[in-house]
């Protein structure tokens, strides 16, 4: 079993949907959850990052964490075809500088 | 300011050549990572720099995979003897010092071994 586990996708949702990205993990002591989106031949851009539990926003963007399932969700609200790409969540302990990556989940919102 | 550069951004290799693949941080940040992702998945950690100081390199599959950063800005990552499986996306990342979960990665460098 992978540390973290991330649906591959692809996602195909409408304009304007709203979209629930998700990962799991096995690891108990991670502390940092991180989302990246990663359009295709570029790299990861950190969208956002929660450090221990709870909910966190920014603009059209919702993340959680749930430490209890050891799940952790990000949602895309009133979805644009720009926000197609692969988004990656990315964990770590605290104090850490090495992080595991999920394997990426494909997003293509359709115009 | 300008974000992560690294160069070139593709490279094809004949199996057993060398390469070098370079990057430029982000001006200031003293953490440097190298991360290797292979097609359809996520990038996984090879190497960390501190300042010039290299403290981890756990990650790099075989002794073929040397990194460097002898003056704690620009890194060089060089593979000996090239294989097939060495082919993959080659990431840098720098962040800012001991904020390691704000990484901020280059576009990569596309290696492909013939």
């Known amino acids: 079993q992978k540390e973290v586990e991330q649906d591959p996708g692809p996602l195909s949702v409408p304009e304007g949907a709203i979209v629930s990205l998700n990962c799991t993990y096995s690891?108990?002591?991670?502390?940092?959850f991180m989302w990246y989106r990663q359009y295709s031949r570029k790299g990861p851009e950190l969208l956002m990052y929660?450090?221990?539990?709870g909910n966190k926003e920014d603009g059209r963007f919702t993340a959680q964490v749930d430490k209890s399932s050891k799940y952790i969700s990000l949602f895309i609200r009133d979805s644009q075809p720009s926000d197609s790409a692969t988004y990656l969540c990315?964990?770590?302990?605290?104090?850490?500088?090495?992080?595991?990556f999920g394997t990426g989940t494909r997003l293509k919102v359709l115009a | 300011g300008a974000g992560v550069s690294q160069s070139p951004r593709y490279k094809v290799a004949k199996r057993g050549q060398d390469v070098a693949l370079r990057c430029d941080p982000i001006?200031?940040?003293?953490?440097l990572f190298w991360y290797q992702q292979a097609l359809g998945q996520g990038p996984e950690f090879l190497t960390y720099?501190?300042?010039?100081?290299?403290?981890?390199k756990s990650g790099l599959p075989s002794d073929r995979f040397f990194a460097e950063r002898p003056e704690g800005s620009v890194s060089t990552l060089k593979i000996q003897r090239t294989q097939q499986e060495d082919s993959a996306v080659y990431l840098c990342?720098?962040?800012?010092?001991?904020?390691?979960?704000?990484?901020?990665f280059g576009p990569g460098t596309r290696l492909t071994v013939t």
């Open positions: 990342a720098s962040s800012p010092e001991e904020r390691y979960h704000e990484q901020y």
């Open positions: 690891n108990s002591a991670f502390q940092y």
């Open positions: 929660t450090y221990s539990s």
């Open positions: 990315a964990m770590g302990d605290s104090g850490t500088y090495k992080y595991i």
């Open positions: 001006s200031g940040h003293v953490s």
């Open positions: 720099f501190q300042n010039e100081a290299q403290l981890d």
